[in-house]
């Protein structure tokens, strides 16, 4: 187990230096930040002078060996459009956007997985066939105009619900929740929906064919044959082997909840870290924009490295095979 982890955790790190350096030479294509950073009467040695002070006169290379050694320790640089530093933003933004991953992560695996056992155990009914043709929904309809339908009808016409923005927060030391007010809890449902409707119908669909294909073994029907009740065979049997390859298309999909949250925070205005990134898209702020590729590229790395382990303890037969390869 620990040689496995420590295999893993070095691929992992390969990983990040490899997807640092695509994304930090795609950002070389995307503008001149000393366009967006002086007027329009600036002179050619004041455009100098900030190419210089920024970096940006060095080599490729240089500029990348730089930006991944202070990455390391935490310093991301200094924002092009506040001035500030991108490690500071990030941390005022993080909140707004992991509190919604959250709950949209938790809707998506508690919604999808008992939706997906109910369809598999009651496939041929009336109501399993209507969650199924509504699931179509979720996953044929892009999210942004998910996110604008629903705006219209509980925003709209019904007025119920915030169209935009996080509401009220309150702040728990250096965290910002708008857990804790009504108004927070009100802008969150709409955003959260949106953004966990596509992972529900997947995993929903996930576990029903996972869940069908295990009631057709061997061991499902031996165990009805003794006798156990459909409780026992559904839920102790049936559903235990039936998570094993849903955990990894799961684990995937939480960090895909967080790194597209883009489009969702866009629509609803949401100030988190993905409407902080398409902002510096149009002022082609790099350090942002690199920082922020960087951290979800962690995400997605640390996220793997979990659901391996995962997957490594919950399936035997990896187990097996990883002491018969020592031994061999």
Not at 182 to 189: C, P, T, V, Y
Not at 246 to 256: E, F
Not at 309 to 319: G, I, S
Request: charged share 15%; hydrophobic share 55%.
């Amino acid at each position: 187990m620990l040689a496995y982890a420590i295999k893993r955790t070095f691929q992992a790190v390969v990983v990040l230096f490899i997807v640092g350096l695509v994304a930090f030479s795609m950002f070389r294509f995307v503008g001149d930040p000393i366009d967006n950073m002086l007027g329009q009467e600036r002179t050619e040695a004041d455009v100098e002078r900030l190419r210089t002070q920024l970096g940006l006169d060095e080599p490729f290379p240089v500029q990348y060996y730089k930006f991944m050694r202070n990455a390391a320790h935490g310093d991301f640089g200094v924002s092009y459009r506040q001035g500030r530093p991108v490690a500071d933003i990030l941390a005022e933004r993080a909140p707004a956007t992991l509190e919604l991953a959250a709950v949209s992560g938790l809707l998506a695996i508690t919604i999808g997985i008992v939706m997906g056992v109910f369809t598999a155990i009651r496939r041929n009914g009336l109501a399993a066939n209507i969650i199924m043709g509504l699931s179509l929904i979720g996953v044929s309809l892009p999210t942004f105009l998910i996110g604008i339908l629903l705006i219209y009808l509980f925003s709209v016409e019904l007025g119920w619900l915030p169209s935009f923005g996080r509401g009220e927060t309150v702040k728990v030391g250096s965290w910002t929740t708008g857990f804790l007010t009504e108004s927070g809890l009100k802008a969150l449902i709409l955003p959260a929906i949106t953004l966990g409707l596509y992972q529900m119908t997947l995993i929903m669909r996930l576990v029903r064919s996972e869940m069908l294909e295990v009631l057709r073994q061997d061991y499902i029907r031996f165990a009805r044959a003794r006798g156990l009740p459909d409780r026992v065979v559904h839920f102790r049997h049936a559903l235990k082997n039936t998570l094993v390859p849903v955990i990894t298309v799961t684990g995937l999909q939480l960090g895909s909840i967080i790194a597209f949250a883009i489009i969702t925070e866009t629509v609803f205005q949401w100030p988190g870290v993905g409407l902080l990134f398409v902002n510096a898209i149009q002022f082609v702020d790099i350090p942002v924009m690199a920082a922020y590729l960087l951290l979800i590229s962690v995400m997605f790395v640390a996220i793997n490295l979990i659901v391996d382990l995962l997957y490594f303890a919950v399936d035997p037969r990896l187990r097996t095979e990883g002491v018969a390869e020592a031994k061999g």
